[in-house]
């Protein structure tokens, strides 16, 4: 069951280099365009100082969101869920609101705030689901409505403390300007420490996808278990809330596409889902500051054209009596 598939291994390379190539061209492209290998001082400033924090948050953002969401949509048994969906990201943003208002010259506990904000989202969803025997659709619409509470929650600290959130309207949409290297470190080891987890986990998840009583059967205890990876799931999505914002859908959209690229097997749906994740969400912050330059469009509002249409999509597929692939 852990066994790497031979025939994803191209795939996945594939996907690496695709990774890589949104990578070098979110250095190089911009309102100013500049090589790698330029050697004036202006060029260099550009690349370190202005470019690169934002890559790498591209990056390691898109590819915890989307860990995130094949975690949480493989222990929820739901094609539906995702990180934004169900309250993950709200939880964490409106911990992080808390935080930036009651203690505002401690940031190191804006990660921890982020993952127990998003730990409580996902955890009240799935106690929901597991008191009411809920169908897929009933756990998404009372996501939907944890969501709209921890909404509420971030909306009541900004009217109550109005210098909280700087840029209120950049943290709610979602998107990766005046970011450093310095304020992305800590989210950042945290994001790789959680892919590495998941992927040293995957094969419980496996377990965990058979149903909980054929995992019983296997002497896996589904209880910690489904409390371990709900757990890396929610550092992952609350580190990338941390410094990107409440961004949407790329925790919904790219799982689907992995399984249809690698199959069902957990690890390889994990690392096509990090390296996918992180090609999507650089290549959409791209096209948002260049297509329409000088302007810029914040990344989240790029994922949200294209992710509303897919959840749509989705809805009208499990309403159709179909299942994911």
Excluded at 87 to 116: D, I, R, Y
Aim: one cysteine or more; aromatic letters at 6%.
């Amino acid at each position: 069951m852990n066994s790497w598939p031979r025939s994803c291994t191209l795939k996945l390379l594939l996907l690496l280099g695709l990774a890589v190539l949104a990578a070098v061209l979110s250095l190089c492209i911009g309102p100013v365009n500049v090589s790698l290998f330029a050697q004036d001082s202006l060029s260099r400033y550009i690349i370190g100082y202005v470019r690169l924090p934002r890559t790498c948050a591209c990056l390691l953002a898109g590819m915890a969101l989307a860990v995130s969401g094949a975690v949480i949509q493989s222990v929820l048994a739901n094609p539906l869920a995702a990180p934004n969906i169900i309250g993950v990201n709200s939880g964490a943003g409106m911990l992080v609101a808390l935080v930036c208002a009651v203690a505002p010259q401690a940031p190191f506990l804006t990660p921890v705030a982020a993952f127990l904000g998003a730990l409580a989202g996902v955890l009240l969803v799935l106690f929901l689901a597991q008191r009411t025997g809920a169908a897929k659709i009933t756990v998404v619409l009372a996501g939907v409505a944890v969501s709209s509470i921890f909404g509420a929650g971030i909306d009541a600290v900004v009217t109550f403390f109005p210098d909280a959130l700087n840029g209120y309207s950049d943290f709610r949409i979602g998107g990766f300007t005046n970011l450093t290297m310095a304020k992305l470190n800590p989210a950042g080891f945290i994001i790789l420490a959680g892919v590495l987890c998941a992927l040293l986990t995957a094969g419980e998840l496996d377990i965990l996808a058979l149903g909980t009583d054929t995992a019983q059967s296997l002497g896996l205890n589904v209880k910690r278990w489904r409390l371990v990876l709900l757990g890396v799931a929610a550092a992952l999505a609350g580190a990338a809330v941390s410094f990107s914002g409440l961004l949407g859908f790329v925790g919904l959209i790219v799982p689907h596409m992995a399984r249809r690229l690698v199959g069902e097997n957990s690890r390889p749906l994990l690392a096509a889902c990090a390296l996918g994740g992180a090609a999507m969400l650089t290549l959409c912050d791209l096209l948002g500051r260049t297509l329409f330059a000088p302007y810029e469009v914040p990344v989240g509002i790029v994922l949200s054209l294209a992710g509303g249409p897919f959840f749509l999509w989705l809805l009208l597929r499990q309403r159709g009596g179909r299942t994911h692939d």
